[in-house]
């Protein structure tokens, strides 16, 4: 790619508006993604890959959450994206981990001599990828995570591909936002009906020690549960076993 390529004022018109069109394309794909339609992965999935499509001389992209404090690459669009990332969280320094942290967009066209990460930038060269853009995913004034975009040649990104990956990236940090907050709310439902089910587990556990000795429920209770200390195993485990017995039992029971 030359100099004069790299340019935004250089481009022909023809090649502006055929990125233009790239990502009112991207833009219309993240309009249609329903939060909650598809799963978490697949939907930050097809986001990463309207992400590719909008920013031009992108070879792939990779988005990152942040959860408590820690960033990890959920999906990529290529393999080579997870093993550069791989590399920049288990040294600690990259792109993506300095625009997560200041929250400002982070671009570099040769990763080799970039010194503001003097570990990570000749690694990834050696692994042949040489230009990044990394873009923070800001939603409520959160940065919630961050878009790394990577090019195998040197010097791919100029001042206009950042700036078609802002314009990508403000409706990209509500979906993910959105998608991250469905998916917390499908665990915690998921977690309730888990506890819920065990719960009713164990009260049929109760009841059955009950019915077959003779005692009161807290003490039923306090039987299985020493039980479970005694055996080393979970009181819904031992519950379970008690239930899943007494349901052969009947079943097994000559009727009539």
């Given at each position: ?31 249609v993604l329903s939060a909650g339609a598809l799963p978490l992965e697949e939907m930050l999935t097809r986001v990463a890959r309207y992400a590719v499509q909008a920013i031009p001389g992108a070879d792939g992209a990779g988005l990152t959450l942040i ?104 409706p990209a940090a509500v979906t993910v936002q959105n998608a991250r907050v469905l998916e917390d709310a499908r665990r915690l439902a998921e977690r309730l009906q888990s506890a819920l089910d065990e719960r009713m587990v164990v009260e049929r556990a ?51």
């Open positions: 790619m030359t100099s004069e390529e790299l340019n935004p004022e250089s481009r022909s018109s023809d090649q502006r508006e055929a990125e233009d069109d790239d990502l009112a394309a991207s833009l219309r794909g993240l309009s959860e408590h404090h820690r960033a990890d690459t959920i999906v990529m669009t290529a393999e080579f994206v997870a093993e550069v990332d791989a590399v920049q969280y288990g040294i600690g320094e990259g792109p993506c981990i300095s625009a997560a942290r200041d929250g400002v967009t982070v671009m570099s066209g040769s990763l080799g001599g970039d010194t503001r990460w003097p570990r990570f930038g000749g690694r990834i060269a050696r692994m042949g990828v040489h230009s990044a853009l990394s873009l923070p995913l800001i939603a409520s004034d959160e940065v919630v995570g961050a878009m790394n975009i990577y090019a195998h040649a040197k010097h791919v990104f100029d001042e206009r591909a950042a700036a078609l990956g802002e314009l990508f990236a403000v109760v009841g059955i020690v009950m019915s077959r000795s003779g005692i009161d429920e807290d003490e039923a209770l306090a039987r299985l549960t020493r039980l479970s200390q005694h055996e080393h195993v979970k009181l819904v485990e031992v519950a379970r076993t008690l239930v899943d017995e007494a349901v052969r039992r009947a079943r097994a029971a000559p009727h009539g």
